[in-house]
């Protein structure tokens, strides 16, 4: 699979997520669900590298995508202002992908995806409240939160359709795409919860080093990695340039 149908692909599925999710005044007043070109690739991953799929297993992608967007649409909700319109409307649009989600994930009919997947957002939340209980965390235990919010889901969707082996790819690609955003937010001083869990000088520079030195080792497992085809290698390595350069 060359690198342009790759995008095509997940643009494709993408779109599809964005019109089973449209709502015309969510979009109006939310815009478009917020779900990143990486965290598709990566769901996809198994699939654009030639792994076989069913409608059971495309149906079920669809389902952890909703989830996504409706995580990351909850993320949105600002604290301090939490009762304007437009953030009562974005907690109006998470829940709706969220129960658009747990509809989808019921027409799949597998109990057993089903409780693993629930199991997976209960974590992602015990993670991500890390960064309410306290004003200062340690780095890696930060870093190692930020993995598991945002790969949970899609590792659990790998573990139970059996392709464990694409999950280093989820962790080191998604982990770093994070990484990319709390740097551009800690440049332009934006205070996201991340960033705010730290009180210590310099945290720019160390997240910084971190993104480094975790898209050069990210590099090298995708370029000598026996799994992936060259065009997939060549469409991640692409994607770790993009948010190392920027």
């Known amino acids: 699979m060359i690198a342009t149908t790759i995008k095509q692909k997940v643009a494709q599925f993408k779109q599809n ?7 015309r005044t969510l ?3 939310t815009g478009q669900p917020v779900v990143s070109d990486d ?16 409608d059971s297993t495309l149906l079920a992608a669809e389902a952890i995508a909703m989830n996504m967007a409706a995580l990351n649409t ?10 304007s319109k437009s953030q009562q409307l974005t907690v109006l649009a998470g829940d709706l992908y969220s129960g658009m989600y747990y509809a989808t994930l019921a027409q ?16 992602i939340s015990e993670e991500k409240t ?16 930020l993995e598991v919010i945002e790969t949970e889901s899609i590792q659990k969707f790998f573990e139970h359709f059996a392709f464990e082996q694409y999950s280093v790819f989820a962790r080191y690609g998604l982990l770093i795409q994070r990484l990319a955003k709390e740097l551009d937010s800690c440049k332009t001083d934006e205070q996201t919860r991340f960033i705010s869990a730290f009180n210590e000088d310099g945290l720019e520079a160390k997240l910084r080093n971190e993104l480094q ?18 065009d997939v290698k060549n469409c991640i390595v692409s994607r770790i340039q993009t948010h190392v350069n920027n």
Do not use: C, W
């Not at 997520?17 to 709502?23: A, E, N, Q, S």
């Not at 890390?130 to 939160?145: C, G, M, P, R």
């Open 17 to 23: 997520i964005f019109t089973k999710l449209h709502h």
């Open 27 to 29: 979009l109006e007043y």
């Open 39 to 54: 965290e598709i690739m990566y769901l996809l991953l198994p699939f654009l590298n030639g792994e076989k799929s069913n």
């Open 74 to 83: 909850h993320d949105l909700i600002e604290e301090h202002d939490a009762t």
């Open 108 to 123: 799949v009919g597998d109990v057993l995806l089903i409780r693993s997947i629930t199991e997976a957002v209960a974590t």
């Open 130 to 145: 890390k960064f309410y209980e306290t004003s200062h965390v340690q780095l890696q235990d930060a870093l190692h939160a």
């Open 213 to 230: 030195t975790l898209a050069t080792t990210y590099e090298k497992v995708v370029s000598t990695s026996p799994l992936l085809h060259d």
